[in-house]
T-cell receptor, first 114, second 113 residues
């Protein structure tokens, strides 16, 4: 019954080696978000898609990119991971428009940079 | 920009007791949504309760209820008859009508057997 699915759950990557995290949803929501959460901190929004419209947060480093090829899938690309990028990455979805919904979260991908 | 403040970094309470988590927010908007999310250790973030700002009645979900004071911009969560499974980080969150979700810094709640 999983509605927002993130793969992989755990990812280890080398310093500077590009890495891609994936997220899929079965809710047909028009908004998909990527959050970065470091230990014991609040999730920090990196960017979100409203349909195909990409919305980047002002303080998101250029090192972070995203793609949304269709409604169901969204990817987070980290072009050159640094040690400071080690974190939990959360994908979430919501429906925006008539009858807005709350955000539904995936289980997250824990990224380790070595 | 909207801000969400949770002034209690950590709380603990005995099992079966009642606990209240505080949250205040700052906005000039009149149409928005407020949420409490629960994040158990190493587990998924899940919604606990939701409140629409235009509704005066406080939301309730079983043992969970809120005290929404719109004028004071306050949105506290009350957990009644607390259970061991309530141990988690609790995040208060704000969403403007068509915008992103903004989280507070969280309250780590521990239920003591």
């Amino acid at each position: 019954d999983a509605m927002v699915i993130q793969n992989p759950r755990y990812q280890v990557t080398q310093f500077g080696k590009p890495v891609t995290l994936s997220c899929s949803q079965t809710l047909n929501h028009n908004v998909m978000y990527w959050y970065q959460q470091k230990s014991s901190q609040a999730p920090k929004l990196l960017f979100h898609y409203y349909d195909k419209d990409f919305n980047n947060e002002a303080d998101t480093p250029d090192n972070f990119q995203s793609r949304r090829p269709n409604t169901s899938f969204c990817f987070l690309d980290i072009r050159s991971p640094g040690l400071g990028d080690a974190a939990m990455y959360l994908c979430a979805t919501s429906r925006r428009g008539a009858g807005n919904t709350e955000a539904f979260f995936g289980q997250g991908t824990r990224l380790t940079v070595v | 920009a909207q801000t969400v403040t949770q002034s209690q970094p950590e709380m603990s309470v005995q099992e079966a007791e009642t606990v209240t988590l505080s949250c205040t927010y700052d906005t000039s908007e009149s149409n928005y949504y407020l949420f409490w999310y629960k994040q158990p250790p190493s587990r998924q973030m899940i919604l606990v309760i939701r409140q629409e700002a235009y509704k005066q009645q406080n939301a309730t979900e079983n043992r969970f209820s809120v005290n929404f004071q719109k004028a004071a911009k306050s949105f506290s969560l009350k957990i009644s008859d607390s259970q061991l499974g309530d141990t988690a980080m609790y995040f208060c969150a704000f969403m403007r009508g068509n915008e992103k979700l903004t989280f507070g810094t969280g309250t780590r709640l521990t239920i003591i057997p």
